[in-house]
């Protein structure tokens, strides 16, 4: 016959008992602060007073290098936009392609360059976008009218009826829509002055005047023309003349 064996009591953690020295404790306050210290970049002051044994911390200093977030520094007092590098180099080859004309691609300029900050828009009337566009070419004008007669040159301006076509042909490209008001809402994908999460922002108020659509990835901003079509330049013929034969080679050798 086994007798039971007598159950034991369960073991409690062992208390450590913490150092009762004042100059221990010290020692380990003083080292929490210089790791402190030595991990923000300052050294800390000794805070242990031999005289008093310890006193208060009564501060620690900061020093910051140049923050390489800092505004960009850009010519004029307009600030500065974002604009896509797909686009601004679509630009030049719709430019040398003539598939875009350089009023629309001033007048998109223009108006880019125009936004209110973070809300996609700019507040141009035609009129003010023509006056805005001449206004190199009125202070040439003028000073064109100073000389004689003879040695005046033709100074070249934009009108308002091609900035209206312009416009109209950039709404097509899907570049702008209009806003109302004389207002113009820019395709943010494309040019952009703000920040991402006013962008964002912008984005989703379009998406949401534009949820009706019936393909909305074919509805502003989505899908961005002009589209590019081969195209053969004209031939300068005589057609409508005599034919004139051409010359014969003399053969050689």
Known sequence: MTSDLPSRKPRRPRVVPLATSS????AVHD?????????LGDAVQTVTDPRVGKRRLKGVHFEYDTDPRAVHEMAGDAGYSLASNWFTQLLGQLSIAN???KSQLCVFLYVAGGQTPGTGVAEYTQQEITDGLNELADKKAAKEAGKPAAERKAVKKITRPTVN?????LCEYKWFEPAGNGRIRLNVHLWFQGTSGAQHDVLAQIAEDHKGDDDPASAFP????????HHQEELQLNLEG???ALPREERTG
């Not at 100059?23 to 010290?26: E, H, P, R, Y």
């Not at 989505?222 to 079509?229: D, F, T």
Request: net charge negative; proline share 3%.
């Open 165 to 169: 076509r312009a416009v109209k042909a």
């Open 99 to 101: 598939s875009i004309s």
């Open 31 to 39: 080292s929490i602060l210089s790791l402190l210290g030595e991990q």
């Open 242 to 244: 005599e034919a004139q």
């Open 23 to 26: 100059s221990d404790a010290s």
């Open 222 to 229: 989505h899908k961005i023309g002009p589209e590019v079509l």
